[in-house]
């Protein structure tokens, strides 16, 4: 499963604290709310105050993969997404090549953890997945951003074929996922963190990177030595946060990392009546105090005395995220940023691309529809036929290839549960539900998945 990867290179032999002196952390970057309805904000949004120059991309391209002048190198926007956009590079007729620009929401770390992370699953498994060619994660050249050159994956996402594709294709699909996901699971670590270089920490002041822990021989690769260090996640960068005194990691509990998330939104809340007047102050206090409830409710459901083990995973493995080649075979796995070592109850839960409502009956068969609205419902009620039947082949296959995943997962329902509840403890549209399965763990009753109950499982 080992792979042989040429030996990364080092943009400079610059210290990333010299750097961050001299150059402010995150310009180019501003957080701004969009429009809501009736005059309220929307969600808030991280935003490009200055658009990289597609002509410095070009030079640097040319430069970091020597391409002669003589040769026409043509770079073109290719998507946008949260945090980066992605340019394709055709360059002498050569266009398996993209250059992805980050904005700097949580400045050097996520560049070099993910160029760490894309170093170790490279290594250490045979998932598919793009080779970091060259990087810069000090903003120290004239694109004033971050940015790496990286392989293409080739192909198209999933999300694009799925109606296209066989069934038998399809189980292919989430066999191959399943494989790839038990290599993982087979690499554990002690700590809840994100994966960085050895040489990347040893840059860092220890302001920086305080509590890192260097990892042994055996997570190494040919060229890379690894530690564990500070988590590079959204919670962590949203707007303010990446400014605000909390433990970042690693952590050697899974409940200190989900108190800091809960801590990050109980600031929010404090603050919310500051950036939108619009806001019920009664709603306020209600999720401040649910917050409070769920800090509080932590050591029943995450014991201090218990042991715990983490693995690696890709969080979003989302149909988006999925590319498939011409004959819709799997051919490979993108966006590995913000990916951190998890809890094994939290790493043996269904790939996203899995997640949805049960639905136990497919659509009536149709090749023929009267306008887009219902051709779209059709295809959308079959999805999910199909996904409520895929769920039931995942469980099944992955018993027979990891049964040690299966036990887990069977075991881990109501963390799991918590950790979602987490993730939407501030989303108007999840607050009764949440409420009602606190009420009901807190009781003792028979407790149904917040989950499922949600469609999220």
Known sequence: MTTTLSTPKIIRQVSIEAMSATIDPRAGLAWAYEDGPLGELGELLPTWTVEPDIEVITDIVRRKLNIPEVFPCVVELLAQGAFNKVYTVQCGGNSNVIVRVTLPVQPHLKTLSERATIEYVRHHTDIPIPQVLEYNAIRDDELGFEWMIMDRVEGTKVTEQWKHMSWLKKELLVRKVITYLAQLFRKRFHRLGNLYATEDIQQMSTKDMPDAVFLGAEHSSHTVRFGLGEVVSI????????????????????????????????????????????????????????????????????????????????????????????NHDLSGFIDWECVYTVPLWLACQLPRFLRGQNCQHPPLYATEFENEYYESAYYEDLELYEKTQLREFFFEEMERICPEWMRVHEASSIKADFEFAVNVCTMRGYLQDIDEWLDSVENGDEVESLRERLGQC
Not at 279 to 288: G, L
Request: net charge negative; aromatic share 10%.
């Open 235 to 326: 919670p962590f960068f949203y707007n303010d946060h990446g400014g605000i005194d909390v433990p970042r990691g690693p952590y050697k509990h899974s409940r200190d990392w989900l108190a800091t998330c809960l801590r990050l939104y109980l600031h929010d809340a404090d603050n919310i009546n500051a950036s939108n007047k619009t806001v019920d102050p009664n709603s306020v206090e209600a999720i401040k105090s649910r917050i409070q409830r769920m800090l509080n409710f932590l050591p029943q459901i995450f014991p201090a005395d218990e042991r715990e083990e983490y693995t690696l995973i890709h969080q979003d493995l989302s149909d988006n995220n999925m590319m498939v080649d011409e």
